[in-house]
């Protein structure tokens, strides 16, 4: 079945500092990638998306590449402030699945 | 307005309670899910409905039932609860195949 593998955390940076969060997946044909927050006490809300090979979804300064070759959708963002904080989940949902998989999630703490 | 909302936020029960919780979105979405998160963050999701079909993850004790009196609303109602079932529980919405959006949760505590 589908999987998808994310770094555990916590991931803990000073601001400004760059992030990168791995995440790989195993799936049957070519599913549509995402990542997810979840920021304290809220439910997850779409992050960015990328729906075929070496598309890039873009959000906030985050960025991830849907890499076939690799299975990897690691998420980026070059300069992380506090208020990224936050749990972050990676995701994926094959073409005409209903069913999600996502991964365990990875918490991102940022220090002043 | 809340595309997908829930109803309680917060609900503390005894064990061996039967217990509701109520979902609705108004985005026009076929396809609805419930899921269940634990102290560690971990996500599973518990069903996915839509006005077709009733996919039941199969780890999901049959205590659990989703019950939808139309297309925009899916409530969980929870027999005979019980410790373990403590989590925070999330709704969400899709137009299948896209992003899912969820609800802000619903924290429950079994004592």
């Known amino acids: 079945g589908d999987s998808v593998t994310q770094m555990e955390g916590p991931v803990t940076l000073s601001e400004e500092a760059f992030l990168t969060i791995n995440c790989t997946y195993t799936?049957?044909?070519?599913?549509?990638l995402f990542w997810y927050v979840q920021y304290p006490g809220e439910g997850l809300q779409l992050l960015l998306k990328?729906?075929?090979?070496?598309d890039k979804g873009s959000n906030k300064g985050f960025e991830a590449t849907y890499r076939k070759e690799t299975t990897s959708f690691h998420l980026e963002k070059g300069s992380v402030q506090v208020s990224d904080s936050a749990v972050y989940f990676c995701?994926?949902?094959?073409?005409?699945?209903?069913?999600?998989?996502f991964g365990r999630g990875t918490s991102l703490i940022v220090h002043p | 307005d809340t595309a997908v909302s829930q109803t309680p936020k917060y609900l503390v029960t005894q064990m061996g309670n039967d217990k509701s919780i109520k979902c609705e979105q108004n985005?026009?979405?076929?396809?609805m899910y419930w899921y269940k998160q634990d102290s560690k963050k971990f996500l599973k999701i518990m069903f996915s409905?839509?006005?077709?079909?009733?996919?039941i993850n199969e780890t999901v004790p049959n205590r659990f039932s989703p019950k939808s009196p139309d297309k925009a609303h899916l409530n969980l109602h929870i027999n005979s609860l019980e410790l373990g079932d403590s989590a925070v529980y999330f709704c969400?919405?899709?137009?299948?195949?896209?992003?899912?959006?969820f609800g802000p949760g619903t924290r429950l505590t079994v004592l």
């Open positions: 969400a919405s899709s137009p299948g195949g896209r992003e899912q959006f």
């Open positions: 799936a049957t044909g070519y599913p549509s």
């Open positions: 990328a729906t075929k090979a070496d």
């Open positions: 995701a994926l949902e094959g073409r005409g699945s209903y069913i999600p998989t």
């Open positions: 985005l026009g979405h076929d396809t």
């Open positions: 409905y839509n006005n077709k079909e009733l996919i």
